[in-house]
């Protein structure tokens, strides 16, 4: 059994025992460029306490960092803050092999570890408000329902001032480095804007009650150690207005256009409305679907004021890239939304009513109806979609 992975200490009581995934490359459907970590934190305490595990191919690696200042045996409580399989996954492998007698969930979280693994007795449900003596030190809880899943909960320890956040305010970036003030800023803003965008953008509002309501916790927070990306130990509260800036998605001038094309001829079109959003002093931000990917569509639009589509019509239907871009983007619910679309057609012409109809389901507010060209466009057509963009451009800016 390998010992190669050491645990970093990250406070006087806490180690930081996680695991790096440096190929993950793809997290249901979002694109995770620069891989992942999944953190579990280790509490030495009179009670040792460990906070959520990894996926299962990585228990190995959480092994050899627990060893490292531990016997794992000795670990007398476990706190799952969520249940889903890349913290709990090693879950059912430690509680047999340490007979663990202590595993601590929300409701939900209990409910989902048996759902998952038919865990038992060992399981014990903790709510908003309660707390689990360590002996020298006190974890409390807050129940925070779906964010990102029901059975989500942050766990604190009040004498370290640590929030263990779960997902929240985490991030899919591997690196050597385990705290955020140590790697280059914009690469840390854009990934955690990237995970609110693809993980959370849909529950904005449940964010935004978490945020009012936080301050009544009174919750003296030092650092606040999610279970992916780095930990957060200046100025926590960057990160917290991050959350509530993006949840609030107010409007600004900045358009992202998105579109496939099949003879060029939508491509040539989406050239023409970016023109006009240019024109019309608006931020553009073209994104051809041949080499975007819709994680970065959808964290494009977080700061965006319109989202205008452009599609061919094939087989009477939108152009199955844009489909299933569109299909993401509706799951995650962006609003405060402007929009068009536009496309090509040979003999029907029935993708921009789709577009418009599924903008419309998600009240992405259209300045007109989608703009048609058939077949190739012309000098009068490239114009209509200047003046497409500049209408856009008219309402954001």
């Known amino acids: ?18 695991a790096i995934d440096w190929g993950l490359r793809n997290f249901h459907g979002y694109k995770t460029s620069r891989g992942s970590t999944y953190n579990a934190f280790l509490i030495l305490t009179d009670k040792v306490t460990l906070i959520d595990t990894v996926k299962p191919q990585f228990y190995d690696e959480m092994m050899s960092r627990i060893r490292s200042v531990i016997e794992p045996s000795k670990i007398d409580y476990v706190v799952s803050n969520h249940a889903e399989m890349d913290h709990s996954g090693a879950l059912p492998r430690l509680a047999k092999e340490l007979n663990l007698k202590k595993i601590v969930a929300s409701p939900k979280g209990v409910e989902a570890l048996n759902d998952h693994f038919g865990m038992g007795d060992a399981l014990e449900v903790v709510k908003t408000g309660d707390k689990l003596d360590l002996g020298n030190a006190t974890l409390s809880f807050i129940e925070t329902r779906m964010l990102h899943w029901p059975d989500s909960m942050f766990a604190f320890l009040e004498e370290e001032g640590i929030l263990f956040s779960n997902d929240a305010f985490g991030m899919h970036l591997a690196t050597a480095e385990r705290y955020a003030d140590e790697l280059d800023p914009w690469i840390i803003k854009r990934e955690a804007a990237k995970y609110y965008a693809n993980i959370l953008l849909h529950l904005s509002p449940i964010v935004l009650r978490l945020l009012d309501k936080f301050p009544s916790y009174n919750l003296d927070v030092k650092m606040i150690a999610p279970d992916h990306g780095p930990i957060w130990r200046q100025d926590v509260g960057t990160v917290l207005q991050w959350y509530r800036d993006w949840a609030e998605q107010k409007s600004t001038n900045k358009a992202v256009v998105i579109y496939d094309t099949m ?30 990917h819709r994680s970065d569509v959808v964290t494009e639009l977080l700061d965006a004021g319109a989202l ?15 489909a299933d871009v569109m299909n993401y983007i509706t799951g995650l619910k962006p609003k405060n939304l402007v929009g068009a679309s536009f496309g090509s057609y040979g003999w029907s012409g029935e993708a921009t009513k789709h577009l418009d109809a599924m903008m419309d389901a998600i009240k992405v507010d259209l300045v007109q109806p989608g703009l048609n060209v058939k077949y190739v466009p012309s000098e009068a057509d490239l114009a209509a979609g200047r003046e497409l963009g500049l209408a856009v451009a008219k309402r954001i800016v």
């Open 1 to 18: 059994m390998s010992d190669a992975f050491t645990a970093l200490k990250i406070s006087e009581r806490v180690y930081w025992v996680g």
């Open 263 to 292: 003879w060029q001829s939508t491509a040539r079109m989406a050239a023409a409305v970016g023109g006009g959003l240019t024109d019309g002093g608006a931020r553009v931000e073209l994104m051809p679907l041949e080499g975007a």
């Open 308 to 322: 205008i589509v452009g599609s061919p019509t094939m087989n009477n239907q939108i152009y199955p890239t844009v």
